[in-house]
């Protein structure tokens, strides 16, 4: 008390101290003042500060002023800071590979990937394009055009392609096939993707998936014009039925398509494909009454007819006539069979003709580079830029550049289910349940008897009971010592063989074994068996002077008398001594 009074005395440690915080001990008349009655405080509450009128409780709540005091200033520092500056995203830069007649950017003007980035579009065409990929770098680009006059020469990594022109024609000698490889070797998504673009690189190749739609819904629902490839001029003999037309390599807008009326025009054909080096197709010759052409732009379907004016039977040569006619069933049949050919056509056109026998024919299917035609130009291509935002907003992951196309097997397996406590047993060096014997409890690892160094201890375990019996069909039963023995198929087998897989049990009452060898001591059963009454201190005594071995043991009975010849030799000596 006088400690606490020389400190309430201290001036520095009073100024220290809160507001309020003045105690009966500063008073002269703290020793006499008598406090209030509980019934009282209970009608007036107090404050907790005022509440406390002993010094040892005053002091006790100046230490806790103290430690909010010193605790409230770095909490201070982890206060949240203010609105911060939004993270501004770099811009994802869209390829248009298109020629110079169209400009993608007034399409794409407003338009922000997830609704937050902005999208920056770079035009140029497949001649003006060079690059370079790598493993995990990606794809670089370098860009030379010419605008207003003006030679422009850039490089950057795009994120997305859309692909509005042809990567190959032998007609005017264009081969950038070499282009695509390198574009899908840097894994860039595009509109179509860059291997359906590759597929497309060859008319037969894509004639060949029609086979297979062909096949698959009949000629009634996919009527397919009758066609025959040739792989080089030498087996272009003869042909079956005239007119025809003949379709030299791989060409755009009608080129490369001849129509032969007789043999002698075929032989002639023949020669031509024999110096063009290439392969050929020939297909019969339809008197066409008008051309059909489906185009898909994503979930967007028109079908237009076109009628040629001028006379020539190349409807898409010379003067036609176009209008756009109703959507119907069959039409959206034949696109939507087509748009799921090299693993999906985001934008896909049919061209198929229609006779004037009344019958519709298909000749061939289109990808992105397809040229569009009617009024609905801008708005086809609208629906484009639509398309390619949504498709950005898919694949593009937001703070990142470019879904790799090699992803870990590991993301796409199921995770493995953790070990349970069954499984980590054995793992820690828990001991195990075993399977109880027949008629018995299930017993848990925790009802093992406790083990310790003296054998007499050994005898019981922790709650008193007799130990535990060994499980059946386990390779080496334990048996606790004291416990009764395994039953033998006869009296004569040694008892190691009763600890076999496989040894018969018997469920018969047998009579307890009294004497234990060593080495039968430290085994131990994991199933409790119920207390024997006539296990006394004496048999327990008994046990402990029993140290034969196993292999000297006789049956139950020749223990038994071991066991009464030894009682019988301790009272004798009881009686001695207390004579």
């Known amino acids: 008390m006088n400690f606490l009074r020389r400190r309430l005395s201290d001036s520095s440690f009073v100024a220290n101290l809160p507001n309020g915080y003045m105690t009966d001990l500063q008073r002269p ?110 794809c670089m680009v370098d860009m030379q055009v010419m605008r207003n006059g003006t030679k422009v020469v850039r490089s950057f990594k795009p994120d997305f392609i859309l692909v509005r022109q042809h990567a190959y024609s032998m007609a005017l000698g264009e081969d950038y096939r070499s282009l695509v ?34 096949h698959s819904l009949g000629p009634e629902k996919f009527p397919l014009v009758e066609q025959t490839f040739f792989p080089n001029h030498k087996p272009m003999l003869t042909a079956p039925h005239f007119p025809m037309v003949v379709k030299l390599g791989h060409a755009h807008a009608g080129m490369g398509k001849i129509r032969v009326e007789n043999q002698h025009d075929y032989q002639d054909i023949t020669s031509m494909v024999a110096m063009a080096k290439t392969y050929a197709t020939t297909e019969a010759f339809i008197d066409s009454k008008y051309d059909i052409r489906i185009q898909k732009i994503g979930s967007n379907y028109k079908a237009y007819m076109r009628t040629s004016i001028s006379g020539n039977w190349k409807a898409n040569t010379g003067s036609a006539m176009l209008e756009q006619v109703a959507m119907t069933e069959r039409y959206r049949l034949w696109v939507d069979s087509c748009s799921e050919m090299f693993g999906g056509l985001d934008v896909c056109a049919v061209k198929a003709v229609h006779g004037k026998d009344g019958r519709d024919y298909i000749i061939e ?117 004291g416990s009764p023995q395994l039953s033998r198929a006869s009296s004569g087998s040694s008892p190691n063989q009763a600890s076999k897989p496989g040894a018969p049990l018997t469920s018969q009452p047998r009579p307890p074994v009294q004497g234990r060898s060593a080495s039968q001591q430290g085994e131990e059963s994991k199933k409790p068996a119920p207390p024997h009454p006539h296990l006394n201190k004496s ?41």
């Open 365 to 481: 299917v289109m990808d992105s580079s397809m040229p569009l035609i009617g009024e609905h130009v801008e708005e086809d291509r609208q629906l484009m830029a639509d398309l390619v935002v949504s498709k950005m907003s898919q694949l593009l992951i937001p703070g990142g550049t470019v879904p790799s196309p090699l992803r870990p097997w590991a993301a796409h397996t199921k995770p493995a289910k953790s070990p349970g406590p069954a499984q980590l047993g054995p793992l820690l060096g828990q001991p195990q349940s075993r399977p109880p014997t027949q008629g018995g409890p299930r017993q848990t690892p925790t009802q093992q008897p406790a083990r310790s160094g003296s054998p007499s201890q050994q005898r019981l375990s922790p709650q008193g009971q007799q130990p535990l019996s060994p499980p059946s069909g386990s390779p080496q039963p334990q048996r606790s010592p």
């Open 181 to 214: 490889i390198g574009l899908q070797y840097g894994g860039l998504p595009a509109v179509n993707s860059l291997y359906s673009v590759y597929n497309f690189c060859s008319k037969p190749w894509v004639f060949s998936q029609l086979i297979k739609i062909f």
């Open 29 to 138: 008349d703290s020793s006499t003042s008598s406090p209030a009655s509980p019934a009282m405080e209970r009608r007036h509450p107090q404050p907790l500060a005022a509440s406390f009128s002993s010094p040892g409780s005053s002091l006790f709540s100046s230490f806790s002023s103290a430690m909010k005091q010193t605790s409230q200033a770095p909490s201070g520092l982890m206060e949240p800071p203010g609105p911060s500056a939004p993270i501004v995203q770099r811009p994802r830069i869209l390829l248009v590979i298109d020629d110079a007649h169209t400009d993608w950017t007034k399409y794409f003007h407003g338009k922000k990937v997830n609704g937050e980035i902005e999208i920056r579009v770079e035009q140029a065409e497949f001649s003006e394009l060079n690059l370079a990929a790598y493993v995990t770098g990606g």
């Open 539 to 579: 048999q327990s005594l008994t046990n402990s002077l029993s140290t034969s071995d196993t292999s000297q043991r006789g049956t139950p009975s020749e223990d038994e008398a071991k066991a009464e010849t030894i009682r019988n030799l301790r009272k004798s000596f009881a009686s001695l001594f207390s004579d």
